[in-house]
Each structure stands twice: as structure tokens, then as C-alpha cells.
T-cell receptor, first 113, second 116 residues
Framework: TQLLEQSPQFLSIQEGENLTVYCNSSSVFSSLQWYRQEPGEGPVLLVTVVTGGEVKKLKRLTFQFGDARKDSSLHITAAQPGDTGLYLCAGAGRGSTLGRLYFGRGTQLTVWP | DTGVSQDPRHKITKRGQNVTFRCDPISEHNRLYWYRQTLGQGPEFLTYFQNEAQLEKSRLLSDRFSAERPKGSFSTLEIQRTEQGDSAMYLC??????????????FGPGTRLTVL
């Protein structure tokens, strides 16, 4: 059972389109991180959100943490082929599981030129 | 390059053999993590160290798996008597506390294990 559910699992769009990826859970996290992963490589950290309701922007990427710190979204404006990759959300454990990250299965994004 | 490094990048072995992977974390990071990722899944936590102390182990870490971080720097993950189900990408990450108390983990490139 996945602690974090990501949707959609696959997304295939044309260059220039906007998209939103969702990351949902019934659990509360101390922080939530978004990563992007290329085939055969490790995940690369994009952003960390900590406060409920927090919004962070990274160029064309906008990340939001839910008010209850259980869910998050990633919005990409005017997607480009270079945005292609696997987007993973990961929640940081609390209390006795403080050290670990709980990952979703990821959203595989393909942006066509 | 001062990122997390892992060695080897790829390992092919026969069922029943032992394998060992190495991870060198970012030099000033005192926390080190091991994860396993199979196709179509996100990484799953295996274990983590703070300095040389192993503080948490997942139930995924069967008795055939052992991890060490003897001097609080690099770490090794050994799998004994490998099984085909051990085929996966093994990822290492390191971290240190940043402002606000959060703990940002930075991943290495992974070791891809194939058990024949």
C-alpha cells in the first residue's frame, strides 16, 4: 500500500501546454519534497515544502503544500521537452520514522516538441 | 564533483552470490540513507545512519541484507545469497539538517543490480 498516491501515473502532452500533477495522502508529513528522475539515474531534488499552504516557484514550476500538510501539487506552465521525466513526491516521516522518506510511484511526463 | 557517488553503477550476478555496494555521501552530511527502487515504483526506504550509528531499518531489510558505515563517512550495503527478487536499483542519499529543521536528502546515481 502506497502512503502517497500520485496522479496521473502517465502524462503525454505537447510543448507549450500546462499541466498539474497531484500527490495525495491520508497521513500528515513534516515536509514534502518533489524530485525529478531520469532513466538510469537517481532522483534530483527540485523543492522542499514545509508549511501548510506554502507555495514555491521554480521558474515555470509551481509547488503547493496542502493546508493540512497531507497533499501537494506541482504545476508546470508552458511545458518544454526538457521537462520530460519521472516526477516523484516524497513525504518526510515524523516521530519514530523521522529519517525516512515515503515516495509515491511517480508521474511519468513526456513533452513532445 | 561534490555530490553523492555510488559504486558500481551496474552489477550483474548469479543467484546465490554475494554482492557489496559502496556509497560516498556529500562530505559534510552526517546522515546517510539506502533505498531500493523497482520498475514502476518509487524508491522504498531500507535503512539510515546518523554518523556511524544505524538508527532505523525497514522490514524490507531481510537478514540477507547488511549495511555498515564504520567511520561515519562512506557506507556499504551487502546482499548475501542474492535472489532474483533482489534485482532493483539501489539508491543512496545523504543529508544534513537545514534551516527550519527540515532534512533534505540528495541522491546518488544508484547501483543497478541484476540477478540472473
Amino acid at each position: 500500500t502506497q502512503l502517497l498516491e500520485q496522479s496521473p501515473q502517465f502524462l503525454s502532452i505537447q510543448e507549450g501546454e500546462n499541466l498539474t500533477v497531484y500527490c495525495n495522502s491520508s497521513s500528515v508529513f513534516s515536509s514534502l519534497q518533489w524530485y525529478r528522475q531520469e532513466p538510469g539515474e537517481g532522483p534530483v531534488l527540485l523543492v522542499t515544502v514545509v508549511t501548510g499552504g506554502e507555495v514555491k516557484k521554480l521558474k515555470r514550476l509551481t509547488f503547493q503544500f496542502g493546508d493540512a500538510r497531507k497533499d501537494s501539487s506541482l504545476h508546470i506552465t508552458a511545458a518544454q521537452p526538457g521537462d520530460t521525466g519521472l516526477y516523484l513526491c516524497a513525504g518526510a516521516g515524523r516521530g519514530s520514522t523521522l529519517g525516512r522518506l515515503y515516495f509515491g510511484r511517480g508521474t511519468q511526463l513526456t513533452v513532445w516538441p | 564533483d561534490t555530490g553523492v557517488s555510488q559504486d558500481p553503477r551496474h552489477k550483474i550476478t548469479k543467484r546465490g552470490q554475494n554482492v557489496t555496494f559502496r556509497c560516498d555521501p556529500i562530505s559534510e552530511h552526517n546522515r546517510l540513507y539506502w533505498y531500493r527502487q523497482t520498475l514502476g515504483q518509487g524508491p522504498e526506504f531500507l535503512t539510515y545512519f546518523q554518523n556511524e550509528a544505524q538508527l532505523e531499518k525497514s522490514r524490507l531489510l531481510s537478514d540477507r541484507f547488511s549495511a555498515e558505515r564504520p567511520k561515519g563517512s562512506f557506507s556499504t550495503l551487502e546482499i548475501q545469497r542474492t535472489e532474483q527478487g533482489d534485482s532493483a536499483m539501489y539508491l543512496c542519499a545523504s543529508s544534513t539538517r537545514v534551516a527550519g529543521g527540515r532534512d533534505e536528502q540528495f541522491f546518488g546515481p544508484g547501483t543497478r543490480l541484476t540477478v540472473l
